[in-house]
């Protein structure tokens, strides 16, 4: 008996996992399956009250109610509901039959009947058409499928690269992203920063359309087609505060040459070893989804051995105390401090050290730490190129 329950065990766990995954794709078998677990909870509470009204009262048929709007799209919902009822009023007769009228029992009708109400009407208005938790689990699945695009890839040896990002208010879903694109080759990193305008809902929803569009095209255009096709996409859109800032940065791994595009952004950083300072870069231009006639400057370098690049989003240097100069005159000194003991976590513990505020924060930071093989040759030069 042991031996077959082991053997049977696998099977209904596959089984059981099957069906949860339906549920959660809101098909119509994986409905239809709560649908009838609620019914027999509920025919099960029936005869239960049937036998002893006090075990089960009627409030207690609230409890598949509540579990239905949770699991059920509208229709099998109602069906739920209407069964319910059916149910709740066999009870409650046979019990005014035995015991007599009591007042307290109205009371209790008319606060099922208020829930039930309530009930149907939320879910009637779900514009997914799904029950809370699975359009709640779609729309987180979507949130980590195209953040996934956003982990920078292992890097060859000698490079590093990291970010951190803190939302406001603990909501989930940021109006800043990263998106990022490592080579076939593994010799050519390309990352972009993006801080979508607004805040709250709105910006998180426009960030995960913006970040999809982003992700179909970073490595297939060059940085400024990139750049140009993105302020397109925003143009297009009918938001209303359709625009963003955004950071482009692509690193030859074998020589550290880097290209930075900077439209509307606040400036990148760039730590030189041998100064032991942060150093503002000069790349300048017009935030994404403001004007056709868009324009983006380019600067080019090279990160040697213990050098480093830094980007952030506004959120991490503008506060109720400080303006947007301050505050990268304050990140430059407080990102100096936390280097020097090291990369490691660096962009986590710069964040930890920011005001915290009203708008999302962000630190990316990609660090050459040993000699890399290869010498490779920069075909980066500065280029202006209007739209």
């Known amino acids: 008996m042991a031996n077959r329950f082991r053997r049977a065990a696998p099977t209904m766990a596959r089984y059981l996992d099957d069906r949860i995954v339906r549920w959660r794709t809101g098909s119509n078998e994986g409905q239809f399956l709560v649908l009838a677990a609620l019914i027999g909870v509920t025919l099960g509470l029936t005869l239960i009250s049937l036998v002893s009204y006090a075990a089960v009262p009627a409030a207690t048929f609230i409890v598949p109610i509540l579990l239905g709007m949770l699991a059920l799209r509208f229709r099998p919902l109602l069906a739920l509901v209407l069964f319910t009822v059916v149910c709740i009023g066999i009870t409650v007769v046979k019990e005014i039959s035995s015991s007599g009228l009591v007042v307290g029992r109205l009371g209790t009708l008319a606060a099922i009947a208020i829930i039930v109400a309530i009930v149907l009407f939320d879910s009637s208005r779900r514009r997914s058409g799904l029950p809370g938790p699975v359009g709640e ?19 060859p040896t000698g490079w590093s690269a990291q970010s951190a990002m803190l939302t406001a208010g603990g ?5 800043d992203f990263l998106v990022a694109n490592l080579s076939d080759d593994e010799t050519r990193l390309e990352m972009v920063l993006v801080d979508v305008c607004g805040k709250g809902v709105s910006a998180g929803t426009q960030s995960l359309q913006f970040a ?3 992700g179909g095209l970073i490595g297939a255009l060059p940085p400024l087609g990139l750049f140009a096709a993105a302020n397109d996409f925003l143009l297009r859109q009918d938001w209303d505060e359709g625009f963003a800032t955004a950071v482009h940065v692509l690193i030859n791994l074998e020589s550290g040459d880097y290209a930075i595009i900077n439209a509307g952004h606040p400036p990148a950083l760039r730590w030189a070893t041998e100064q ?5 870069d000069g790349a300048r231009g017009t935030a994404l989804g403001i004007t056709h006639a868009a ?3 380019q600067t080019v370098g090279n990160l040697g051995v213990g050098d480093a690049l830094m980007f952030y989003t506004d959120g991490v240097v503008e506060s109720r105390t400080k303006d947007f100069t301050d505050g990268i005159q304050w990140l430059r000194g407080v990102a100096a401090n936390v280097i020097s003991t090291g990369f490691d976590q660096a962009a986590k513990r710069i964040l930890a050290q920011v005001e915290s505020g009203d708008d999302d924060r962000a630190v990316l930071i990609v660090s050459r730490a040993l000699s890399v093989a290869g010498t490779g040759s920069s075909s980066l030069r500065p280029r202006r190129a209007r739209r």
Do not use: C, N, S, Y
């Not at 689990?137 to 890097?155: E, K, N, Y």
């Not at 909501?171 to 109006?175: D, H, L, T, Y």
């Open 137 to 155: 689990a779609m729309l987180v699945d979507l949130r980590d499928r195209l953040q996934a695009q956003g982990v920078v890839p292992t890097l």
């Open 171 to 175: 909501v989930k879903f940021a109006g």
């Open 212 to 214: 999809g569009a982003l």
């Open 276 to 280: 032991r300072d942060w150093i503002v």
């Open 295 to 297: 324009e983006f400057h």
